[in-house]
């Protein structure tokens, strides 16, 4: 049982990272289905970048930063220009495949997987020790550790504070925030590239905390369900992280299943994670808290 939370809560990581970073650029009215593709550029940048410097840390602020490249195309072409938000995320999702199997190739290899340098565990001591959640909760990484602080800290800044209040209000009615002074597109900007950093560093997460190297299509799947998880979450941080545990139950059952001498086809173990989301989601009958403004362009009049 105890391997078994241990799993869940590493497979959920990356998931609030991800999650927790795109609620803010979410609330500021501003839909980026292009999460999947940062992740995947995050993963890559995050294996070279260790792989050229040897550390794990520098490997993911590369990671950071090349998403911080993405979010800014997209923020130019959503914000700026108005261009469709849908269109451009899938767009993102597109050059961001292309883009890391031909760097990968490039940089590394295509013969076999490099292995690179992650991120080590760091027990706290005596807390560690404590049977059952010692292990769980007090022996992980550096980006685990931060990942759960950030549940937190985003509910704070998202219920407590004054830029809280101004993000959850431009996604609301950004004319209204204009005529007091609130610079709408700088508003949406900032946000999508927190995104973005949230994003390049969940990434990397995945490729230098989980495997220690990086593989084409690695991220499989889990920036769409990062982004469902905010919309089962009803766009609040505590309901973003109950989504993402439970997703994360979902993917801890699929490896433990797989596992197990069991008639069941793999393909349908493998698809577990996948189906908990789409039911989810559609078991959804809560008053959506998504924002009035949501997708849709500001003009200023």
Same mark, same amino acid.
């Given at each position: 049982?105890?391997?078994?939370?241990?799993? &869940?809560?590493?497979?959920?990581?990356?998931?609030?990272?991800?999650?927790?970073?795109?609620?803010?650029?979410?609330?500021?009215?501003?839909?980026?289905? !292009?999460?999947?593709?940062?992740?995947?550029?995050?993963a890559?940048?995050?294996?070279?970048?260790s792989?050229?410097?040897?550390?794990?840390?520098?490997?993911a602020?590369i990671?950071?930063?090349?998403?911080?490249?993405?979010?800014?195309?997209?923020?130019?072409?959503?914000?700026?220009?108005?261009?469709? =938000?849908i269109?451009?995320?899938?767009?993102?999702?597109?050059?961001?495949?292309?883009?890391?199997?031909?760097?990968?190739?490039? @940089?590394?290899?295509?013969?076999?997987?490099?292995?690179?340098? !992650?991120?080590?565990?760091?027990?706290?001591?005596?807390?560690?020790?404590?049977?059952?959640?010692?292990?769980?909760?007090?022996? =992980?990484?550096?980006?685990?550790?931060?990942?759960?602080?950030?549940?937190?800290?985003?509910?704070?800044?998202?219920?407590?504070?004054?830029?809280?209040? /101004?993000?959850?209000?431009?996604?609301?009615?950004?004319?209204a925030?204009d005529?007091v002074?609130?610079? &709408?597109? /700088?508003?949406?900007?900032?946000?999508?590239?927190?995104?973005?950093?949230?994003?390049?560093?969940?990434?990397?997460?995945?490729?230098?905390?989980?495997?220690?190297?990086?593989?084409?299509?690695?991220?499989?799947?889990?920036g769409?369900?990062?982004?469902?998880? &905010?919309? @089962?979450?009803?766009?609040?941080?505590?309901? &973003?992280?109950?989504?993402?545990?439970?997703?994360?139950? !979902?993917?801890?059952? =699929?490896?433990?299943? =797989?596992?197990?001498?069991?008639?069941?086809?793999?393909?349908?173990?493998?698809?577990?994670?996948?189906?908990?989301?789409?039911?989810a989601?559609?078991?959804? /009958?809560?008053?959506?808290?998504?924002?009035?403004?949501?997708?849709?362009?500001?003009?200023?009049?």
């Open positions: 049982m105890e391997e078994f939370l241990v799993s &869940v809560f590493k497979m959920a990581v990356p998931l609030l990272l991800c999650s927790l970073g795109t609620l803010f650029s979410e609330k500021a009215g501003t839909v980026n289905i !292009g999460l999947e593709g940062s992740m995947l550029t995050g890559l940048f995050g294996v070279l970048g792989y050229w410097t040897g550390s794990p840390y520098i490997g602020l990671a950071m930063t090349s998403c911080v490249v993405l979010s800014l195309v997209f923020a130019f072409f959503t914000v700026t220009i108005r261009a469709n =938000q269109v451009m995320g899938v767009a993102i999702n597109t050059i961001a495949t292309g883009l890391t199997i031909s760097l990968n190739r490039i @940089f590394l290899t295509s013969a076999s997987v490099v292995k690179v340098n !992650g991120f080590k565990s760091i027990p706290i001591p005596f807390l560690n020790k404590i049977p059952v959640i010692g292990e769980v909760l007090f022996d =992980q990484t550096v980006p685990a550790y931060f990942a759960y602080i950030l549940v937190f800290l985003t509910w704070f800044v998202y219920s407590k504070t004054d830029l809280g209040l /101004r993000i959850r209000a431009v996604g609301e009615y950004p004319a925030c005529t002074g609130i610079n &709408v597109a /700088r508003l949406r900007y900032s946000t999508l590239l927190y995104g973005g950093i949230m994003a390049g560093l969940a990434g990397a997460y995945i490729s230098t905390g989980q495997l220690s190297a990086f593989s084409e299509g690695m991220i499989s799947g889990r769409f369900t990062a982004y469902a998880a &905010v919309i @089962f979450g009803n766009f609040t941080p505590l309901g &973003v992280f109950r989504s993402c545990m439970i997703f994360a139950v !979902g993917m801890g059952l =699929q490896y433990r299943l =797989q596992a197990m001498d069991t008639p069941v086809s793999y393909y349908f173990w493998m698809m577990l994670p996948y189906i908990i989301t789409i039911v989601l559609c078991m959804y /009958r809560k008053r959506s808290n998504a924002p009035k403004y949501s997708g849709i362009p500001y003009v200023k009049g």
